[in-house]
């Protein structure tokens, strides 16, 4: 069975993310394996096996107080670099989706994601969704999935279409250009939405793409929005503060990032 992989470092953040993971988990029928990774073995002999058994148990009544306990949890602490873990933890355990949170806010001031999840959106092969801490929960969602028409973003979208049908929910594809509608974005809206007639495709203009995005998710009361992690980059550029705090902080979303396919 696939199970979703939830790192978690016993935070606030941690645990508001981890909603989104029971959830998600619900939906697709399938486990949780919850994991703490310490950097090193002085960490690791910090947190005692009572303080990790009480952490889990929180967790547990989080689950229970939402309807939940009857998701499975599979838990464990172990030592080692995040990034390393987790990428085993990917390939040995059948992981479809990993689910972190991140702080709103970095005091270096340059990125608006920590560098772990950084670090895991750019190397995971699975989707990633990543939950600002200022995110809540909501039992009835909206989705939608920024595209920019490209073929090879067809597995990702179909994954997301997949989860949204999970929830009895239509997926908003939402393309926002700087220039005008011409009559070949026209035809490429046509040709996608014949293509996926269970979607609502759009077509935004705006002189500023994040804007315009920020604008669609809010009139459209979106929760989650699907991207594609495409080169390197350009994802820098929309995780710097100056455009990732306007998208996760004005739209107020939940991230669902996936892999470019090759």
């Known amino acids: 069975m696939a199970k979703i992989l939830f790192p978690t470092d ?3 953040t ?6 989104y993971a029971l959830n998600l988990a619900k939906v697709l029928n399938t486990d949780i394996k919850l994991v703490s990774v310490q950097p090193n073995l002085r960490n690791y002999l910090d947190v005692t096996e009572e303080n990790f058994e009480n952490y889990i148990n929180k967790l547990k009544n989080i689950a229970k107080e939402n309807h939940l306990e009857h998701v499975k949890i599979e838990s464990s602490l172990i030592v080692g670099d995040l990034l390393l873990m987790i990428l085993d933890i990917i390939n040995k355990d059948n992981i479809r989706y990993v689910v ?15 560098s772990n999840t950084v670090n895991v959106i750019n190397n995971s092969p699975v989707p990633v969704l990543v939950v600002p801490n200022h995110v809540k929960f909501k039992e009835e969602r909206n989705f939608a999935f920024a595209t920019l028409f490209h073929q090879n973003e067809s597995k990702a979208l179909a994954e997301m279409e997949e989860v949204t049908s999970r929830y009895g929910k ?33 077509i ?26 495409r080169e390197l980059t350009s994802f820098e550029r929309l995780f710097t503060i100056n455009h990732s705090q306007r998208l996760l902080s004005s739209a107020n979303v939940a991230l669902l990032v996936f892999q470019e396919s090759k």
């Open 14 to 19: 941690a645990n508001n993310a981890f909603l």
């Open 204 to 229: 935004e203009t705006n002189k500023d793409v994040e804007g315009g995005l920020i604008n669609f998710c809010t009139q459209n009361n979106i929760d989650v929005l699907g991207v594609v992690h």
């Open 10 to 12: 016993f935070s606030e």
């Open 100 to 114: 972190m949170g991140t702080n709103g806010q970095n005091s270096l001031g340059k990125k608006f994601f920590g």
């Open 170 to 202: 239509l997926l908003n594809i939402v393309h926002v250009d700087d220039k005008s509608i011409t009559p070949e974005m026209l035809n490429v809206k046509k040709e996608w939405q014949s293509e996926y007639p269970e979607a609502i495709v759009t």
